[in-house]
């Protein structure tokens, strides 16, 4: 797991008296195409290596880090967990990178080539080339 683009403990202060993971983990500018490539040369194309990264930036999604791991296998993308963390933040209706997800469309049935090639000579048979088209492929 790798936790990139954070500040941890943004306050000595609150730091000191309440101690880490207190809410001053505060964003930072970070530019993951660049910061990744060394680690993603090395193991981005493994397979059976899972890399997540967790960010708190959640508009660096859809600009750098979606395309990145849909072109790294061992790179998995965790939620912004810092916006997960705020009541408006849980009744969010889904992840940044689902917003424009569409679903996939149920599979075609398959052609029957003897249907189709039935339906094309019927075709010709309209205009009159019925007789060259079927000599021509049988």
Same mark, same amino acid.
């Given at each position: 797991?790798?936790?990139? =683009?954070? +500040?941890?403990?943004?306050? @000595?202060? #609150?730091?000191?008296?309440?101690?880490? !993971?207190?809410?001053?983990?505060? @964003?930072? $500018?970070?530019?993951?195409?660049?910061?990744?490539?060394?680690? %993603?040369?090395? #193991?981005?194309? *493994? $397979?059976?290596?899972? #890399?997540?990264?967790?960010?708190?930036?959640?508009t660096s999604y859809s600009r750098e880090l979606a395309p990145l791991a849909g072109v790294y296998?061992?790179?998995?993308? =965790?939620?912004? +967990?810092?916006?997960?963390?705020? @009541?408006?933040?849980?009744?969010r209706p889904s992840h940044p990178m689902l917003a424009n997800a569409q679903p996939q469309p149920?599979?075609?049935?398959?052609?029957? %080539?003897? =249907?189709?090639?039935? !339906?094309?000579?019927?075709?010709?048979?309209?205009? =009159?080339?019925?007789? *060259?088209?079927?000599?021509? +492929?049988?």
């Open positions: 797991q790798i936790h990139p =683009g954070s +500040w941890r403990n943004h306050s @000595p202060a #609150v730091f000191q008296r309440f101690g880490r !993971d207190k809410g001053f983990d505060i @964003p930072t $500018r970070t530019d993951y195409a660049t910061a990744l490539k060394p680690l %993603l040369d090395c #193991v981005g194309l *493994e $397979r059976d290596l899972t #890399v997540i990264l967790f960010t708190l930036d959640e296998p061992a790179l998995k993308l =965790g939620p912004a +967990w810092w916006f997960h963390d705020s @009541p408006e933040g849980m009744r149920e599979p075609l049935p398959p052609v029957s %080539l003897k =249907g189709l090639f039935a !339906d094309y000579i019927s075709a010709k048979k309209l205009v =009159g080339k019925a007789k *060259e088209t079927e000599s021509r +492929w049988k």
